[in-house]
Nanobody, 124 residues
Framework: QVQLVESGGGLVQAGGSLRLSCAAS????????MGWFRQAPGKEREFVAA????????RYADSVKGRFTISRDNVKNTMSLQMNSLKPEDTAVYSC?????????????????WGQGTQVTVSS
């Protein structure tokens, strides 16, 4: 009953920046954690970043720490991922998700709803 739509993906050169956005609609609630995951061709889906309900804190994959920043707007039920200093290794389909818990989680099993994904391609 919850729909998530990502936007902001595209093609950039290494070292560039992109800002991804995720909009939630339906009977969603802002009381739960939200997160970003990505999946590259031939690879399993991996955790990127997560943010909890107010006071829940944030989590980042080691590969993106210092380069990516996650944020959320609990009034509009939106979430963003600011990606700086992009590398070719960041190329993947990025999906947003709404969690089942209040605190930020790095595990995909802790998320109940998923968006369709947006492609991010970083050229060398």
């Amino acid at each position: 009953q919850v729909q998530l739509v990502e936007s902001g993906g595209g093609l950039v050169q290494a070292g560039g920046s992109l800002r991804l956005s995720c909009a939630a609609s339906g009977r969603t609630s802002s009381r739960y954690a939200m997160g970003w995951f990505r999946q590259a061709p031939g690879k399993e889906r991996e955790f990127v970043a997560a943010i909890g309900w107010i006071g829940g804190g944030t989590r980042y994959a080691d590969s993106v720490k210092g380069r990516f920043t996650i944020s959320r707007d609990n009034v509009k039920n939106t979430m963003s991922l600011q990606m700086n200093s992009l590398k070719p290794e960041d190329t993947a389909v990025y999906s947003c998700a709404v969690g089942r818990t209040v605190g930020a989680s790095t595990l995909s099993v802790d998320y109940a709803y998923w968006g369709q994904g947006t492609q991010v391609t970083v050229s060398s």
